[in-house]
């Protein structure tokens, strides 16, 4: 059964950095895509980051580009999402997420992690 499940969150001024990660277990993760996403309050549930590592495929939303950074473990076990300069507008549940093949959709993966509250004050 595959679990997966995310910690990290927190408050967090702005300019400051927090590092979300996301453990995973189950199963041979070699060519699954792995996924953040976030949803801020009333808001739908976005991409910000996406990647396959087998495929070469990668995505970031053009919201984060330059500030966040996706990386996992040389096992493959733990996904990480390394935020910096953090933005008010960066509050959000985060979510993890994996499956095959690569995707952007939230609809195409069906591996979710309960998610972790990330809060930005100005």
């Known amino acids: 059964q595959v679990q997966v499940a995310e910690s990290g969150g927190g408050l967090a001024q702005a300019g400051e950095s927090l590092r979300l990660s996301c453990s995973l277990s189950g199963l041979t993760f070699d060519d699954y895509a792995m996924a953040w996403f976030r949803q801020a309050a009333g808001k739908e549930r976005e991409a910000i980051a996406c990647?396959?590592?087998?495929?070469?495929?990668?995505f970031y939303a053009d919201s984060i580009k330059g500030r966040f950074r996706m990386s996992r473990d040389p096992a493959g076990r733990t996904l990480y999402l390394q935020m910096d300069r953090l933005k008010p507008e960066d509050t959000a549940m985060y979510y993890c997420?994996?499956?095959?093949?690569?995707?952007?959709?939230?609809?195409?993966?069906?591996?979710w992690g309960h998610g972790t509250e990330v809060t930005v004050s100005s």
């Open positions: 997420a994996i499956d095959r093949p690569f995707s952007t959709g939230w609809g195409n993966y069906n591996h």
């Open positions: 990647r396959s590592w087998s495929s070469g495929s990668v």
